[in-house]
């Protein structure tokens, strides 16, 4: 009898989307995972992935995929119903779209602890973000004046995007005395979040990307990264799948189980 575990069963919700369809190539081929559903917005022409089942309603996937885990790379209007839904059910979500808020991942921990399963929130999938975060929150430690700005393709809605904000607040939390203004800042210094302007760009063409400039005394200091494609994100994508099962409560970031 061998003694390796069965393959993670992860369902996809929002398929249908260039996440989406990055994630699905990448499970499929790591031997850790199983594409076990498939969500989609409204019924396919044509099935993404032959032999897997595919829905379009977050409970029905929920009641008959026997899902381990449930990926949601939706959007804000349905994350936070989806992941309600899937830690109801006792699967493990692992969350890839933004639209959440600090409450609800306080109350997805409750939630999850209760129903005895682990789940991670992951406002970045990407090592190299998130090691560009880690080196922000180093350098803010030494400056007095940051900026950040962030640029994302003409899709993502959101703005500054999760990865800025969680930027600013890992330099907060390692006691940045970084500051740039405070209170109502010039419409055209961007939004104002802990006293660091964050400035967002969305235009045709980029994927992902942020600088964090700090300025000192006769110098600048810029940390920067890049996603030129999504294939970025899979590395990450793949290892919280396979990791969150093990997990107990709601974790915040990527970072909490790589480093």
Known sequence: ?????????VGVAGAAGKMGRAAIEAIQSDP?????GLLYREEPVTA?????????HPLDMLTDANLDVFLDLTNADSVVANVDLAIAHRVSPVVGATGYSSDDIQRWDILC?????????????SVGAL??????SEAARFFTHA?????????????????ALRTVEAMVAAGAKT?????????????????????????PGLVAHQEVLFGGLGEILTIRHDSLSRDSFMPG???????????????????????
């Open 1 to 9: 009898m061998s003694n390796n575990p069965r393959p993670v069963r």
């Open 32 to 36: 850790r995972l199983t594409l076990a």
């Open 48 to 56: 993404l992935v032959v032999d897997v089942p595919a829905f379009t």
């Open 113 to 125: 602890r209760e129903n005895g399963v682990g789940g991670i929130a992951c406002p970045n999938f």
């Open 131 to 136: 090691l560009m975060m880690r080196f922000a």
């Open 147 to 163: 900026e950040v700005i962030e640029l994302h393709h003409d899709g993502k809605r959101d703005a500054p995007s999760g990865t």
């Open 179 to 203: 500051s740039s203004g405070s209170g109502q800042a010039p419409p055209s210094r961007g939004l104002m979040s802990a006293g660091v302007p964050i400035h967002s760009v969305r235009l």
């Open 237 to 259: 994508l793949l290892e919280a799948c396979a990791t969150v099962p093990s997990l107990s409560g709601m974790v915040y970031g990527l970072e909490k189980i790589l480093f």
